[in-house]
């Protein structure tokens, strides 16, 4: 089945990364500590074979499921926060890491922009009216940190709104844990290579098109701003 493509100009030209930082995203205080994070300093190059990785998912699987079970007996809650580049790998972690799950004990929320609803509201609203019960695991794909990612970068939020969402963001996860949630969270990293490559994979293939839109590479060519972004809220 042939599906038409979403893109007006060659994808290859818009693979292009920026040259630099926005202006609107300067450094906030919040990072302003003795320690600092550095993306250019992460290994994206290292590669499991293709039987390592089988034999490790299936162990790792097996013991998930024990996990989540007794999770489940216990009435206990669990929140798991997944952010990352467009193209990362986000959804396929989330698979593998539900596959042997309970689809009792579990519940994935895509986050995409809010609605009318939701904009009339304190952003972590939407959040908490998705926070799991006794018993359950509560996957979050994107988060709250799209106050201080996507948000910030579009100009989204100004930016008094971003730089004070540090210590919201902090304080409502404080709150999660003191109230006896697990709180696990993850930031999958790739390069612009991989990124391309992926982006490239899911405009040729029919039915992984629906992955990819245009607003992918707009959010690539601002790379570097993202960047910026993601070092100051991690």
């Not at 206990?76 to 596959?99: H, M, N, P, Q, S």
């Amino acid at each position: 089945m042939k599906t038409a493509s979403p893109f007006t100009v060659p994808v290859a030209d818009l693979l292009q990364t920026g040259d630099g930082p926005a202006p609107d995203t300067v450094p906030s205080a919040a990072n302003q500590g003795a320690w600092r994070a550095d993306l250019s300093a992460v290994p994206t190059t290292l590669r499991l074979e293709k039987k390592a990785y089988n034999d490790t998912l299936k162990d790792l699987q097996s013991d998930l499921m024990v996990l989540h079970n007794a999770l489940m007996a216990d009435k206990r809650r669990c929140i798991i926060v997944f952010e990352g580049w467009d193209a990362a790998g986000k959804g396929g972690a989330i698979k593998r890491l539900t596959a042997r799950w309970d689809p009792r004990g579990y519940k994935v929320w895509p986050i995409a922009a809010p609605d009318e609803h939701e904009r009339a509201r304190h952003y972590l609203y939407r959040f908490w009216k998705r926070l799991p019960g006794d018993g359950e695991v509560a996957i979050f794909d994107r988060s709250w940190y799209g106050r201080v990612l996507v948000e910030r970068v579009e100009g989204f939020c100004e930016p008094p709104a971003w730089q004070r969402a540090y210590d919201e963001i902090c304080q409502f996860e404080k709150t999660l844990v003191d109230n006896g949630s697990r709180v696990i969270k993850f930031f999958i990293h790739v390069s612009p290579e991989e990124q391309a490559e992926r982006f490239l994979d899911r405009t040729a293939i029919p039915h992984k098109r629906w992955k990819i839109t245009p607003d992918d590479f707009r959010n690539r060519a601002k790379r570097p701003a993202y960047t910026a972004a993601i070092e100051d809220m991690l």
